[in-house]
């Protein structure tokens, strides 16, 4: 049932978009902020053909009977698949690349725009306070619930590589290099390295910290069983102390490196802290930095303000994506949980509407 209730969703990544579709019949009113809609997982903002591991889990409606024309499979022309447990999940021989998986959220995107109450609106937020969203032109947009979906930020260059040049995404998509030095130990410094690699460049990875070689690749379901990384295994423990201990274990994995390849640990130079001037040096003074990302917090939240609902203590604000991992996952901004994420919120808003 329709309410007279309006929702506002700061992001339009694929966790907002999950959040927008599993609110579609519950609010008069939605309107989702963002002054770049999906340009996170375009081609020119990651490299467009990787695969990505369990594929089949990046559909928006997981978990969920209803919606299903928003489904992966359905978009995709392919057979529409109800996933049930983590298992089959992980099991799905099915694969896709990144642009595959920006191409269907795309398409969500433009679903969700035929929908008389759905607005988007392509703008900065400046501040959020009294029920009120401030925007970058001075206006405003007042909500009964919020839900922040606003992703993650790359860390910013460390400053002894200032002086160095330094390239891009975009630039190593349209541009052929002899040499590249990448700098960063996780996902996706290993992602770029691959890619150069096979594209026939030398490449070497710069790290503070060698990762341990038997994790590779990062377990999966067949090893963890129900306690999966990817699971919702993290929401179902009974207390705050026994999620905390669970996710300082599975960050004991090291960075997730794409299966298949390990073998870039031994067919790539790494260089484990050493003096930066003469790594680089021999990879024409340019890099690429891959060094992590951080949460975009408008609120400066903390783990202990969100409760198991995904809710900002005392306040109609929700919370999904990397400043939930205490509660949907422990694997920073992993899509997985966007669906059962997105389910969980509504259930708790309907509920207090």
């Known amino acids: 049932m329709l309410h007279n209730r309006t929702l506002v969703i700061i992001g339009a990544g694929p966790r907002g978009l999950a959040c927008a579709i599993q609110g579609q019949d519950i609010f008069n009113n939605i ?12 081609s020119v903002s990651t490299v ?18 209803n919606y299903r024309e928003y489904s992966l499979g359905s978009i995709l022309n392919q057979e529409d698949i109800i996933f049930d447990t983590q298992e089959a999940i992980e099991s799905d021989s099915r694969r896709l690349n990144r642009v595959d998986f920006y191409n269907y959220i795309c398409t969500i995107k433009s679903m969700l725009e035929s929908k008389s109450n759905i607005n988007f609106i392509y703008s900065k937020v400046i501040s959020i306070y009294n029920n009120k969203v401030q925007l970058a032109n001075n206006d405003y947009i007042k909500f009964d619930y919020l839900i922040l979906a606003q992703g993650v930020v790359e860390r910013l260059t460390p400053t002894n590589l200032k002086s160095y ?5 975009l630039d190593i998509l349209n541009n052929t290099y002899d040499k590249l ?15 150069l690699y096979n594209k026939g460049t030398n490449v070497g990875i710069y ?130 949980s966007s669906s059962s994420t997105a389910i969980k919120i509504m259930e708790e808003i309907d509920a207090s509407i």
């Open 207 to 336: 790290i503070n910290k060698l990762p341990k070689i038997h994790q590779y690749p990062a377990p999966s379901y067949s090893i963890w069983q129900s306690r999966s990384a990817l699971s919702n295994y993290c929401a179902l423990l009974p207390s705050i102390d026994s999620r905390k201990r669970y996710i300082t274990n599975v960050k004991q994995w090291g960075p997730s490196i794409t299966p298949n390849n390990e073998y870039l640990l031994t067919t790539i130079p790494i260089y484990l802290n050493e003096d930066i001037k003469d790594v680089i040096s021999k990879y024409n003074n340019r890099y690429i930095c891959r060094t992590g990302i951080t949460p975009i917090n408008t609120l400066g939240l903390q783990q202990t303000d969100i409760t198991t609902n995904f809710r900002v203590k005392g306040t109609d604000i929700f919370v999904t994506g990397p400043l939930s991992t205490l509660y949907d996952g422990p694997r920073v901004n992993s899509i997985i």
């Open 31 to 42: 309107y989702i902020i963002d002054d770049s809609p999906t340009t996170s997982w375009s």
């Open 165 to 169: 040049k330094q390239v891009t995404n």
């Open 181 to 195: 030095l990448v700098v960063g130990s996780g996902q996706g410094a290993y992602d770029i390295a691959s890619y």
């Open 48 to 65: 467009a053909n990787f695969e990505l591991r369990s594929p089949m889990s990046f559909d928006l409606v997981t978990y969920s009977n």
